[in-house]
């Protein structure tokens, strides 16, 4: 199994991307440790399918906007696996709305969990794997939003930028400590985050005509991806980005 014996750490697993994520790498062999804010129904159901897989399933409720957050969430999982191989920075939030009247408070919740947890979260999982030894790999939920823009996410997409740009710096910060750094990108995916958005059918037609292979993403399409950059078949790829969007970013016409 690709993951076999890894220790692996997730933000935001009660739904959607992450939830597949942290159930994809247990199922390629690892134990996995996972935070999320609210969803106590969704973080059980993570409990349960990590442990479907025969691996070992912590669960810690934290806002990953609170710097404390990160070396806690960092310290639980050492203490229950006695160590950190892989770390998924996925928690985000993506509240629809126009910019002209965007509300302060919109802005700025977005970015601290965005951008502010992801850097937090990584920042602790780097300090854990340097003080191990060994490497590691880190990944961080980007998005097809880091490259192109969204009239309703002026707030979101710049988060997602600065995510990538994470990534890019973090890999060659810690390249010295065998620690590969790398972007999921995913395209748009059907999932809590923008049920609402999605919930227009002529807007739902409209992103679906938009992906060659003809469907919106599932979270599950995902757990390949993330599985593949935590393990050492991606031995040499680090500082990366991989769009999992179906072919939407190159479609223009
Ligand atoms: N769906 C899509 O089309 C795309 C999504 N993405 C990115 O993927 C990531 C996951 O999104 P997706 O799965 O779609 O969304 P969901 O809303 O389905 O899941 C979001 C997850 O993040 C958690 N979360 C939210 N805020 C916090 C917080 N402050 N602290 C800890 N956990 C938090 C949620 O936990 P809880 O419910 O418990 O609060 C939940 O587990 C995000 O970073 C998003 O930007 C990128 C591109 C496309
Ligand atoms: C929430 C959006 O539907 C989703 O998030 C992104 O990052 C992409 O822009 C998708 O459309």
């Given at each position: 199994m690709l993951l076999e014996g890894k220790r692996?750490?997730?933000t935001g697993a009660s739904a959607g991307i992450g939830q597949a994520i942290a159930i994809g790498m247990a199922g390629a062999g690892a134990d996995?440790?996972?935070n999320y804010d609210r969803g106590e129904e969704g973080a059980a159901a993570t409990i349960a399918g990590i442990e479907a897989a025969g691996r070992r399933a912590l669960a810690v409720r934290s806002d990953v906007a609170d710097p404390d957050a990160a070396?806690?969430?960092v310290g639980a999982a050492q203490e229950a696996f006695g160590g950190v191989d892989v770390f998924v920075s996925n928690a985000g939030i993506c509240p629809?709305?126009?910019?002209l009247d965007m509300p302060r408070e919109t802005l700025e919740r977005t970015m601290r969990v965005n951008l502010h947890g992801a850097y937090y979260m990584v920042q602790a999982a780097a300090r854990r794997m340097v003080e191990q030894g060994g490497g590691g790999s880190i990944i961080a939920v980007s998005s097809i939003s880091a490259l192109v823009g969204g009239e309703f996410q002026t707030h979101y997409?710049?988060?997602?930028?600065?995510?990538?740009?994470l990534m890019q710096s973090a890999a060659v910060a810690l390249?010295?400590?065998g620690i590969r750094c790398n972007?999921?990108?995913?395209?748009?995916?059907?999932t809590d985050i923008n049920k609402d958005d999605l919930a227009d059918e002529e807007k739902r037609r409209y992103m679906e005509g938009r992906v060659p292979l003809g469907r919106l993403g599932r979270a599950e399409d995902l757990a390949g991806p993330a599985v593949f950059l935590a393990s050492d078949m991606a031995a040499y790829v680090t500082g990366a980005s991989?769009?999992?969007d179906g072919g939407m970013f190159v479609n223009l016409q």
């Amino acid at each position: 199994m690709l993951l076999e014996g890894k220790r692996a750490l997730v933000t935001g697993a009660s739904a959607g991307i992450g939830q597949a994520i942290a159930i994809g790498m247990a199922g390629a062999g690892a134990d996995v440790a996972f935070n999320y804010d609210r969803g106590e129904e969704g973080a059980a159901a993570t409990i349960a399918g990590i442990e479907a897989a025969g691996r070992r399933a912590l669960a810690v409720r934290s806002d990953v906007a609170d710097p404390d957050a990160a070396p806690a969430f960092v310290g639980a999982a050492q203490e229950a696996f006695g160590g950190v191989d892989v770390f998924v920075s996925n928690a985000g939030i993506c509240p629809f709305h126009g910019f002209l009247d965007m509300p302060r408070e919109t802005l700025e919740r977005t970015m601290r969990v965005n951008l502010h947890g992801a850097y937090y979260m990584v920042q602790a999982a780097a300090r854990r794997m340097v003080e191990q030894g060994g490497g590691g790999s880190i990944i961080a939920v980007s998005s097809i939003s880091a490259l192109v823009g969204g009239e309703f996410q002026t707030h979101y997409t710049p988060t997602k930028a600065g995510v990538l740009s994470l990534m890019q710096s973090a890999a060659v910060a810690l390249g010295r400590h065998g620690i590969r750094c790398n972007a999921l990108l995913p395209g748009t995916i059907a999932t809590d985050i923008n049920k609402d958005d999605l919930a227009d059918e002529e807007k739902r037609r409209y992103m679906e005509g938009r992906v060659p292979l003809g469907r919106l993403g599932r979270a599950e399409d995902l757990a390949g991806p993330a599985v593949f950059l935590a393990s050492d078949m991606a031995a040499y790829v680090t500082g990366a980005s991989l769009l999992v969007d179906g072919g939407m970013f190159v479609n223009l016409q």
